[in-house]
Every structure is written in C-alpha cells, then in structure tokens.
C-alpha cells in the first residue's frame, strides 16, 4: 500500500474544503504536493444543482478548484460518484471529454472517475474513448466487504489505477457509528453496532481492525485512501500503519467477519432512489407552484 502524507483529496461537494486548502497550498512549493479533486457533484442547497455531469459545468468546475485551491493543475480529477448521472452516457459523452480537454491543456494530469457500483465503473472504462487512468472506489474493501477483489485485476489489466477509499465504510466501522444520512440498510448498521461491541469487549478500537484490514490484508490493492478529521487522527492512523498487523490481529478480524458479516452488506442502488426520490419531490414542487402561477394570472 502507498503511504503518504504529501498527498490529499478534496471535492465541491465537501462544502469548505477546498476554500480551506486554497489557503495553505499557495505557500506550499507546488512539487512538495499531490492534490486530486472532483467534478460533476456540487454542495449546493437545491438538490437539483446537486448533480451537473454536461460539458460546460465539468470545464467551470476543473477552472473552480484550480483557482480556489491555487495549485494550477490537479494531479487527478475524478468525475464524482457517477452512478448519480441520468445515464452514463452523459458521462462518456460528456463529462469525459471535458476532462480530457483539461488535461490537454495541462489543467490536470490524470483522469479519474470515482463511485460506489464497481459494475459501473468497469462499464465507463470499457466504453469510453477517453483513458481513464484511475479508479476510486469506496467501501468495497472493508470488514464487510470485498467485492474490490473481484474487478481488481481487471482493472489491472487494462493498465487502469485503483483506489481502495473509506475503509471505514464513511463511518460504519466506527464507535460513534455512521451519519443518519449513510445509505445502508438496517441489517448492516446493526451488524455494524454488533461488531463495535464485540471490539470493545476485546479490548480494540474496530477502526484500528478496519484500517488495519484495508491496509494489510491484500497486497494487490496498490492505494488505500483514508479520511481524518483532525490531527489526533491522522497521527493515530499513521501509527497503524506502522505498526503492521500482528497474528493475533489476523485471528481478531477473520473472527468478526465471519461472526457478523457473512451474508452481503452492500447499499448498491439505495443512495440513487434516495437521490432520484428528492428530485421528483422537487420537481412536482415547483410543477405545483407553476400552475398556482398561471392560475393566479388568469384570475
């Protein structure tokens, strides 16, 4: 697994972060860095603007973080958690070749494209004629999870980077448990909430297991992405990592697996109702307002 703390990712959708960065990284030498971004997923308040996969809106966002975070090129850009697109022909058509323009114009060096279905990232890297050159996916190599193995030398083969991120599954595997938004389903957050338990009874924090897992258990995973929310974090996840894993650490985890996440714990499909749900709400909404309008003209 790579291991670095020269390198960090951020996104328009991660509300200020990118604002937050554009303040350290301009008096930071732009060789000391590795920066990646996104596109195509917006933090906005209006769920309809969430979402803009179409040329133009891919070219703005590339030219917006660039200039906020003063880096003049991104490493990599990845066309954010593309399974939210009306179609992935939006995605191929256009988003794509937006990217590839920008990196024809040296705005950035790789293209990426990140989201949650494995499915539909093979299916981008098989029918685009633009290269992509790496892959994210997330919580796909967890303690309840591991369906990254099964498209990962595939992946390989087509010459294609992978990124194994979350490997606590965006707070699942953690003792605060995950945000009332996380997508999955009832029976994973108790198996979830079972298997926090059963680490404490042991004496061990699950994220160690989880970051543990994620970082040792498989060396053909080339890159394994970790997020931290404040210095105590990161110098407690660097430590995992030197630490290694022990025997004793391997029994521990195949015994959680086994114990509480035999059957399938995957949320494929349950974000994108959620998703495609608000947008018809939305959009009956303002069809009601419209007529309410019309009709009070005609009075």
């Known amino acids: 697994a790579v291991v670095s703390t020269q390198s960090t990712g951020t996104s328009p959708w991660y509300k200020n972060s990118e604002y937050l960065l554009g303040k350290v990284l301009p008096h930071i030498s732009r060789s000391k860095y590795i920066i990646s971004s996104k596109c195509g997923r917006n933090y906005k308040d209006d769920v309809l603007e969430w979402f ?27 066309c954010h958690d593309i399974e939210f697109a009306p179609t992935l022909e939006v995605v191929i058509n256009e988003a794509l070749p937006a990217m590839q323009k920008a990196k024809e114009k040296g705005k950035i060096k790789y293209i990426g494209v990140s989201g949650y279905p494995l499915d539909k990232l093979r299916t981008l890297v098989e029918l685009s004629s633009v290269k992509i050159d790496v892959v994210l996916s997330y919580s796909k190599y967890t303690l309840h999870d591991t369906q990254l193995l099964t498209y990962l030398p595939w992946f390989t083969e087509q010459g294609v980077g992978v990124i194994n991120a979350s490997p606590f599954s965006m707070g699942l595997l953690t003792e605060p448990g995950p945000p009332s938004w996380h997508p999955a389903r009832p029976a994973t957050r108790e198996a979830a909430k079972a298997a926090v338990e059963f680490c404490k009874s042991e004496g061990y924090p ?23 929310e404040n210095k105590e974090q990161l110098l407690e996840n660097l430590t995992v990592q030197k630490e290694g894993i022990t025997q004793d ?48 003209t005609q009075d």
């Open 206 to 228: 699950i994220t160690r297991l989880a970051l543990k897992f994620a970082l040792f258990t498989e060396p053909s995973i080339p890159v394994t992405l970790v997020g931290c």
């Open 249 to 296: 650490e391997n029994i521990l985890i195949n015994t959680i697996r086994e114990k509480f996440f035999s059957d399938s714990h995957s949320w494929e499909g349950i974000g994108e109702e959620k998703y495609w749900g608000k947008v018809k709400k939305e959009m009956e909404k303002a069809s009601t307002m419209y007529w309410k309008m019309q009709s009070a």
């Open 52 to 78: 803009d996969f179409s040329f133009d809106r891919i070219t703005e966002s590339i030219d917006n973080s660039i200039k906020i975070l003063g880096c003049k090129f991104l490493d990599i850009c990845f």
